[in-house]
C-alpha cells in the first residue's frame, strides 16, 4: 500500500500562483511514477501531469503545459505541483496518485486505470 496526502489548496485570483504537495508513505518503493489528475463538478476527471521517480521524465496535458511545472523529491517521497497564470477553468479537486507499472508514454500515464494508489484530494478555486 501507498498512502498519498496532498496538500497547498485553497482560493486564488485569476493570474495567481499555487503549489501543491503530494507526500507518500508505506511501499513507496514499489511506485514507478506519480500523476496530477483534476476533477471539476460535474466532469470526469481529467489527467494533468505525470512524472516517473527514476529519470524524472514528465508529461503535460496540454492544458497546461506552460503554466503548470511538476517536480518530485525523491528523499521526502514528495511531489510538487507549481501552478502559475491561474485560469477560472482551473477550479477542481487536485488529485495525486501512484502507479506501479511501467508506462511506455503519454496515453499511458494519462489513464487514471493506470494509477493504484489516490490522495484524498485538495480543492484548487480561482476567481475571475
Known amino acids: 500500500q501507498v498512502q498519498l496526502v496532498e496538500s497547498g489548496g485553497g482560493l486564488v485570483q485569476a493570474g495567481g500562483s499555487l503549489r501543491l504537495s503530494c507526500a507518500a508513505s508505506?511501499?513507496?518503493?514499489?511506485?514507478?511514477?506519480m500523476g496530477w489528475f483534476r476533477q471539476a463538478p460535474g466532469k470526469e476527471r481529467e489527467f494533468v501531469v505525470a512524472?516517473?521517480?527514476?529519470?524524472?521524465?514528465?508529461y503535460y496535458a496540454d492544458s497546461v503545459k506552460g503554466r503548470f511545472t511538476i517536480s518530485r523529491d525523491n528523499a521526502k517521497n514528495t511531489v510538487y505541483l507549481q501552478m502559475n497564470s491561474l485560469k477560472p477553468e482551473d477550479t477542481a479537486v487536485y488529485y495525486c496518485?501512484?502507479?506501479?507499472?511501467?508506462?511506455?508514454?503519454?496515453?499511458?500515464?494519462?489513464?487514471?486505470?493506470?494509477?493504484?494508489?489516490w490522495g484524498q484530494g485538495t480543492q484548487v478555486t480561482v476567481s475571475s
Open positions: 496518485a501512484s502507479t506501479g507499472y511501467y508506462c511506455s508514454g503519454y496515453g499511458c500515464y494519462a489513464a487514471a486505470a493506470e494509477y493504484d494508489f
Open positions: 512524472i516517473r521517480w527514476s529519470g524524472g521524465s514528465t
Open positions: 508505506g511501499r513507496t518503493f514499489s511506485s514507478y511514477a
